[in-house]
Nanobody, 124 residues
Framework: QVHLVESGGGLVQAGGSLRLSCAAS????????MGWFRQAPGKDREFVAV????????HYADSVKGRFTISRDNAKNTVHLQMNSLKLEDTAAYFC?????????????????WGQGTQVTVSS
């Protein structure tokens, strides 16, 4: 069992930045690739970014590439999502998730554990 808790969401103006964090407890953190997903009202949950167990490999959705950066600190059991140049369309609830796979996956149903989410609202 892995327990995930997100933090760092809030209200920010377009063009601004936020840094989301996800703290993990339970099973060995570095057994899991960690992903960030987001869900806007009335829309499906969508992939944002994923980082490998070691942190050496990352993959991003095209919509955030060049603006968001995922990172992890295995010593502190945390994963972060640095979000820069935020746009109105980035408004959503953001979730971190853990995947036991060695492959970097982008499909939400393949992730085993999920946090409760943190809201990010970008205003004009």
């Amino acid at each position: 069992q892995v327990h995930l808790v997100e933090s760092g969401g809030g209200l920010v103006q377009a063009g601004g930045s936020l840094r989301l964090s996800c703290a993990a407890s339970g099973h060995t953190f570095n057994w899991y690739a960690m992903g960030w997903f987001r869900q806007a009202p009335g829309k499906d949950r969508e992939f944002v970014a994923v980082i490998s167990r070691s942190g050496d490999n990352t993959h991003y959705a095209d919509s955030v590439k060049g603006r968001f950066t995922i990172s992890r600190d295995n010593a502190k059991n945390t994963v972060h999502l640095q979000m820069n140049s935020l746009k109105l369309e980035d408004t959503a609830a953001y979730f971190c998730a853990a995947d036991h796979s060695l492959v970097l996956r982008t499909s939400a149903p393949e992730y085993e554990y999920w946090g409760q989410g943190t809201q990010v609202t970008v205003s004009s």
